[in-house]
């Protein structure tokens, strides 16, 4: 469903948001917003912060100061409690899948469901939401193995599967590409596109890999043919991408494509070659 990202609610605010560790400044004065239906991919080498955002954003971590609202809920500012309610709004596939090893594939992708306060269905209707979530991922045959007996891409998938079995209106995406090869990597990104193509989600997704962000700037998902198609013009519109790059706990670029590919930093500048 093509939607029109530029004009839509806000459902993510940073606003000067600094955290650190001891000597270790993880995010330094980091400002932004994202709106619904946008999709934002976030660069930037190790340690400089981009899993911190991500979890400052699910108010997993609380920052030292800053603000951070969510959609409309300033977060900063509330208790454990109240944030169960924000949480079930934000699916996350964290960086290296981190699905329970001695859980089933099933159990796994149940568990928001299941432990989340937020009752997100009945009990009756668990087993049902988990297949059509497993089946988004082409992984329904997979119920009853454990996350060992998968591929790393299949892992990968099961994640993306346990990050939107509660339809979040915002997902989250820690590295979903990071260590396949490239085919997979692809292949992973076409079902991230596909949640936010048909399901309209807000798509915050971290990379090492540029080619993720191009993918998602200009593909996608054609629910008739059951793949990408590049995008024109509305098309193209609807899924306009934002790219960030980070260094040391800041921002240090926000743009398109086309900006991001012109920079001539020589840090930025590293980030937009595919
Ligand atoms: N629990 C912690 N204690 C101390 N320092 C931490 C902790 N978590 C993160 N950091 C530091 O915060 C900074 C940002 O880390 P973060 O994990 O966000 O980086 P990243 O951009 O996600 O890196 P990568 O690309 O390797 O995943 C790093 O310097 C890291 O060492
Ligand atoms: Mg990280």
Same mark, same amino acid.
């Not at 090893?101 to 928001?112: F, G, H, K, L, Q």
């Not at 668990?126 to 991922?137: S, T």
């Given at each position: 469903m093509p939607n029109n990202p530029a004009s839509s609610a806000p459902v993510v605010i940073f606003d000067n948001v600094s955290l650190r560790y001891g000597e270790t400044?993880?995010? %330094?004065?980091v400002s932004f917003q994202v709106n619904a239906g946008q999709t934002w991919v976030f660069l930037g080498e190790a340690g400089s912060g981009k899993t911190q955002m991500c979890k400052v954003m699910m108010g997993l971590v609380r920052p030292d100061s800053g603000r951070v609202v969510i959609f409309g809920d300033e977060i900063s500012s509330k208790g454990e409690r109240e944030m169960f309610a924000v949480r079930a709004k934000i699916g996350m596939l964290f960086q290296e899948s981190a699905?329970? %090893?001695?859980?089933t594939i099933e159990e796994n992708v149940a568990y928001p469901l299941e432990n989340q306060p937020v009752r997100h269905c009945g009990p009756e209707q668990i087993h049902d939401r988990v297949v059509e979530a497993l089946r988004f991922v082409e992984l329904e045959k997979t119920l009853d193995k454990v996350p060992s007996e998968l591929s790393g891409g299949m892992r990968r998938r099961v994640g993306i599967a346990r990050a939107t079995v509660t339809q979040p209106p915002l997902a989250i995406y820690d590295s979903p590409t990071a260590g396949l090869d490239p085919i997979t990597a692809n292949n992973i990104m076409a079902f991230i596109a596909k949640q936010r193509d048909l399901k309209g989600t807000t798509s915050i997704i971290v990379s090492h890999r540029y080619q993720d962000g191009v993918l998602m700037a200009n593909y996608y998902y054609d629910e008739a043919q059951g793949r990408l198609i590049a995008a024109t013009g509305e098309r193209l519109a609807s899924v306009h991408t934002t790219f960030v790059v980070m260094q040391a706990g800041r921002i240090v670029f926000v743009g398109p494509q086309t900006e991001l590919e012109a920079s001539t930093d020589p840090y930025v500048s590293k980030f937009g070659r595919r």
């Amino acid at each position: 469903m093509p939607n029109n990202p530029a004009s839509s609610a806000p459902v993510v605010i940073f606003d000067n948001v600094s955290l650190r560790y001891g000597e270790t400044v993880a995010l %330094d004065q980091v400002s932004f917003q994202v709106n619904a239906g946008q999709t934002w991919v976030f660069l930037g080498e190790a340690g400089s912060g981009k899993t911190q955002m991500c979890k400052v954003m699910m108010g997993l971590v609380r920052p030292d100061s800053g603000r951070v609202v969510i959609f409309g809920d300033e977060i900063s500012s509330k208790g454990e409690r109240e944030m169960f309610a924000v949480r079930a709004k934000i699916g996350m596939l964290f960086q290296e899948s981190a699905l329970f %090893d001695s859980m089933t594939i099933e159990e796994n992708v149940a568990y928001p469901l299941e432990n989340q306060p937020v009752r997100h269905c009945g009990p009756e209707q668990i087993h049902d939401r988990v297949v059509e979530a497993l089946r988004f991922v082409e992984l329904e045959k997979t119920l009853d193995k454990v996350p060992s007996e998968l591929s790393g891409g299949m892992r990968r998938r099961v994640g993306i599967a346990r990050a939107t079995v509660t339809q979040p209106p915002l997902a989250i995406y820690d590295s979903p590409t990071a260590g396949l090869d490239p085919i997979t990597a692809n292949n992973i990104m076409a079902f991230i596109a596909k949640q936010r193509d048909l399901k309209g989600t807000t798509s915050i997704i971290v990379s090492h890999r540029y080619q993720d962000g191009v993918l998602m700037a200009n593909y996608y998902y054609d629910e008739a043919q059951g793949r990408l198609i590049a995008a024109t013009g509305e098309r193209l519109a609807s899924v306009h991408t934002t790219f960030v790059v980070m260094q040391a706990g800041r921002i240090v670029f926000v743009g398109p494509q086309t900006e991001l590919e012109a920079s001539t930093d020589p840090y930025v500048s590293k980030f937009g070659r595919r």
